[in-house]
């Protein structure tokens, strides 16, 4: 009775979670600096008159070196939390280990938050005393809110960001491939980026809970700002 009020205690919270919110947290991270820094860039550039091929190169070379520093965030970030989870379940190990009486008076004040009653959390207190790990899982979740994270997330994390920002930052450097001139290459990168940043805004908001219109307005009205003032200033710094 115990075990099972505790499952089902596990398994309601564990079923509140998004299960591929990282992967798209890591998508959206990507996408969206990808779309808007080489953008700007491309953007800027074709204020300065560069030729075509000058912009498309270095607009390249920015995809490449964004690609790899954001990835590399997105790993050290990862690792980071790991590393986190790592030192506070040797904290609470050495808690349960210590001063085990203190540890399931924690485990009782959490199960009465839940609305358990004393005669039924005690035999689940008693259940978790007799299974160490397991009373260690519980409490790392419970108490610190912590989730056991993926020995392999920080390499996903920086692959995924990675890839995203360079899909995302080819677009606005797509028409620059096609059209020789700088100056009608740049009116064809502000419409197909402004157009991808809106359906990428759509998903954003759709996939994070917001409202994908709102967000796709929002998302394309950034990438706009970001442009343009690129755009100017190179404009101005020419002049």
Same mark, same amino acid.
Request: hydrophobic residues 50%; aromatic residues 8%.
């Given at each position: ?36 820094? $080489?953008?700007?860039? %491309? ?7 560069? &030729? ?30 790991? #590393?986190?989870?790592? !030192?506070?379940?040797? !904290?609470?190990?050495?808690?349960? #280990? #210590?001063?085990? #009486? ?9 199960? &009465? ?9 005690? $035999?689940?207190?008693?259940?978790? !005393?007799?299974? $160490? ?8 979740? *419970? ?5 056991? $994270?993926?020995?392999? !997330?920080?390499?996903?994390?920086? *692959? ?19 059209? &020789? ?14 157009? %991808?940043?809106?359906? *990428? ?29 690129? *755009? ?8």
């Amino acid at each position: 009775m115990a075990q099972g009020m505790g499952k089902s205690l596990l398994n309601q919270h564990t079923e509140e979670h998004f299960t591929a919110g990282e992967i798209v947290r890591d998508i959206i991270i990507g996408v969206s600096d990808g779309l808007t820094v $080489p953008f700007a860039l %491309a953007a800027g550039l074709s204020g300065a008159n560069a &030729s075509s091929s000058i912009i498309l190169t270095a607009g390249i070379a920015e995809v490449a070196a964004g690609a790899i520093s954001m990835g590399l965030g997105g790993y050290l970030a990862a690792k980071s939390e790991a #590393d986190h989870y790592m !030192r506070e379940m040797k !904290r609470e190990q050495e808690e349960i #280990d #210590d001063v085990p #009486d203190t540890e399931a008076a924690e485990v009782a004040e959490i199960l &009465s938050e839940y609305g358990v009653q004393p005669h039924e959390y005690m $035999p689940v207190v008693n259940a978790l !005393r007799k299974n $160490p790990q397991a009373w260690l899982d519980f409490m790392m979740k *419970f108490e610190l809110g912590l989730e056991k $994270p993926n020995p392999k !997330r920080a390499l996903q994390s920086a *692959f995924t960001i990675a890839i995203a920002y360079i899909v995302g930052g080819m677009v606005p450097l797509i028409p620059y491939i096609f059209i &020789s001139t700088a100056r009608k290459a740049v009116i064809a990168s502000v419409l197909l980026t402004l157009l %991808a940043l809106m359906i *990428f805004g759509y998903a954003k908001g759709y996939f994070t809970g917001n409202k994908p219109i709102k967000s796709a307005l929002q998302t394309a009205l950034i990438g706009a700002i970001a442009s343009a003032a690129a *755009f100017g200033m190179a404009k101005a710094v020419q002049g």
